[in-house]
């Protein structure tokens, strides 16, 4: 059962706070949203949307995360979760962002879907997601958390818009046919050194895998991906802690590489 309004009105308050003093809040489960309980977890976070989009802020797609069943097993689930992205948490490739914009801020390195058509059924085959794919490119996902020291559950991140923040994508789109999104290798290297290394067989077992459960998912919950919209599929290797001031490049077989850096 979904908690009541006023504690979904005050975790939202709670996690806006946050993001506008700096400073991380405590935990949300137990004294806001009940331990596994999920549906109240996106019901905050489909109320933060709901602020961000009539404050103008415009959504653009979607994140998967949790794809590592080595991750779900930590956070006591058996499927991944998902967020919203906003036109106003992208930046070019190769963009320095500000540090101090992002809570606790990490990065990984996925592989990105750009939707050409809609995705509306609520149940999808891998099929279906290769025929509305357009293209694909390499992305950095920059997570942060407002939860204090990333202590986190399931429904803390869930209800901030699962821990997603601002994502890079690369320049070069790349037919999904070209590459094996399965076997496709990743490294992402700060300051030139390796840091991260993984494939896309640990997304799923496979990115389109992802794609298909959110499909699914989103259209159950009558928020069907369009064509347009831009999804982050989910890690292909560890997520790695930022230093401030350093640069990070993620090189993707078969789809090229995509960098930021961070501002001191």
């Known amino acids: ?56 802020r415009r959504i653009v797609g979607a994140k998967i995360g949790l794809t590592n069943p080595a991750v779900q097993r930590q956070l006591g689930v058996d499927q991944p979760d998902f967020g919203v992205l906003f036109a106003d948490m992208a930046a070019w490739d190769g963009a320095e962002v500000d540090v101090t914009r992002i809570l606790q801020p990490k990065v990984e390195a996925e592989v990105a879907f750009v ?6 059924h ?18 950095i996902e920059i997570v942060g958390s407002r939860i204090a020291n990333w202590d986190i559950s399931i429904v803390d991140t869930v209800a901030d818009n ?14 999904l046919p070209s590459v094996d999104l399965r076997l496709c290798g990743m490294v992402l290297e700060h300051e030139g050194e390796p840091v991260s290394v993984g494939a896309g067989a640990a997304c799923l ?10 499909a699914e998912t989103m259209a159950q919950a009558g928020t069907p991906l369009r064509t347009g919209d831009v999804i ?9 802690p930022v230093t401030p001031g350093a640069a990070y490049e993620a090189r993707i077989s078969g789809l090229g590489s995509v960098r930021t850096r961070f501002t001191p």
């Open 162 to 175: 699962a821990s997603s923040a601002m994502f890079v994508l690369g320049n070069r789109p790349v037919p």
């Open 115 to 120: 939707l050409g058509g809609d995705l509306p």
């Open 122 to 139: 609520q149940q999808v085959t891998v099929a279906d997601v290769i025929r509305a794919t357009d293209h694909l490119l390499p992305a």
């Open 205 to 214: 077992g496979n990115p389109l895998h992802a794609v298909a459960w959110l």
């Open 232 to 240: 982050l599929s989910g890690a292909l290797g560890p997520m790695v």
């Open 1 to 56: 059962m979904t908690i009541g309004k006023d504690k979904i009105d005050e975790a939202v308050r709670l996690l806006r706070d946050a993001q506008e003093t700096r400073t991380p809040c405590a935990p949300l489960r137990e004294r806001l949203l009940p331990v596994g309980d999920v549906a109240s977890a996106y019901a905050v976070q489909r109320a933060m949307t709901q602020d961000a989009v009539a404050a103008g």
